[in-house]
């Protein structure tokens, strides 16, 4: 089934490119709910969470942190346009240790975490693997967080550690219609886990890109049916760009997609642009990020939705 939507992908987006600090609070506290947070607590949490995984390490890592600023819009509800939502999204690398102890270190993680009650959403890491990964969530207040292995050097199983914190949608600043388009992403109660999924994956990629958001026909979450699968789509474009801008940001969304783990695949296009097709490294959701004729990027994401998958 995985082949079958990549296939789909790389087909569509061949269409679409020839078309023109830390003190620790409980987060069973009410203002910790994402309904109540504003950016200084979405922030403070976010931290305690990270610091809630490395403290206690031995050896001690350095902190070097990956990617855009820690506050930033979330991926929009199309409906949604002017709430000016946003959300906390810290990375971190655990640098300035001998790359050996990497899995050392995100095992002390996901055990740290696991201590506070947080839970896998995904099977947990396989550790017989040199470079494991592991997902998981606060069930209080909904932060997600992830640990990833960098290779440094896969004949030896070297590499860094890297842990990330995202934290759920909170209400923004008033914002303008432009910047706060991708942002209100809402997922209300009923929501499915497939949908959820797609909706952070896109705002990862969107704050990678680091361009504004332009509705177009098309965007928004849909369904397929494939076989006996059920396919949860999420799709949206950027603002039209010019060209060193467009390779700049795809070169951004493909660098991003790496540092996550994802697997990555750059496909070469005309004019010396290049598409991105990658797989999700635990829940198997795929994207791609598309540069188009027009000047602007089109990108969509693709989860398989187990809750609703119709049995066989």
Not at 90 to 111: F, I, N
Not at 242 to 270: C, F, H, M, Q, T
């Amino acid at each position: 089934m995985t082949a079958t939507i990549l296939l789909m992908m790389v087909g569509a987006a061949a269409c679409g490119n020839g078309d023109s600090g830390h003190s620790r609070q409980s987060d069973k506290t009410p203002q910790n709910r994402a309904g109540n947070m504003d950016e200084q607590q979405a922030t403070k949490r976010a931290e305690e969470i990270i610091h809630q995984a490395v403290d206690g390490m031995l050896p001690k890592p350095k902190l070097k942190r990956i990617g855009p600023l820690p506050v930033g819009p979330c991926l929009a509800d199309d409906n949604s346009s002017s709430s000016g939502r946003k959300q906390v999204a810290l990375t971190y690398q655990l640098t300035d240790v001998p790359g050996s102890e990497a899995k050392r270190l995100l095992r002390h993680a996901r055990d740290a975490w696991v201590k506070e009650g947080y839970t896998f959403t995904s099977p947990d890491a396989d550790w017989s693997v040199p470079f494991p990964k592991f997902f998981m969530r606060t069930p209080t207040d909904d932060f997600r967080m992830d640990g990833i292995i960098g290779p440094t050097n896969k004949e030896t199983g070297e590499g860094i550690a890297a842990i990330s914190v995202t934290s759920p949608c909170f209400a923004g600043g008033a914002g303008t219609p432009s910047e706060a388009n991708p942002a209100a992403y809402q997922t209300p109660p009923g929501t499915s886990d497939a949908e959820r999924r797609v909706l952070e994956h896109s705002s990862r990629i969107y704050e990678a890109l680091r361009v504004r958001h332009q509705s177009q026909a098309g965007d928004g979450v849909s369904r397929v049916e494939d076989g006996t699968d059920l396919l949860t789509h999420h799709t949206w474009s950027t603002v039209p760009l010019s060209r060193e801008a467009l390779k700049g940001a795809i070169r951004r969304g493909r660098d991003s997609l790496g540092v996550e783990g994802w697997a990555v695949r750059s496909l070469p296009l005309e004019n010396d642009q290049e598409m991105i097709v990658a797989r999700h490294p635990a829940d198997g959701s795929l994207a791609r990020v598309v540069p188009s004729a027009d000047g602007t990027i089109r990108v969509a994401i693709t989860a398989v939705d187990h809750e609703g998958a119709r049995s066989a």
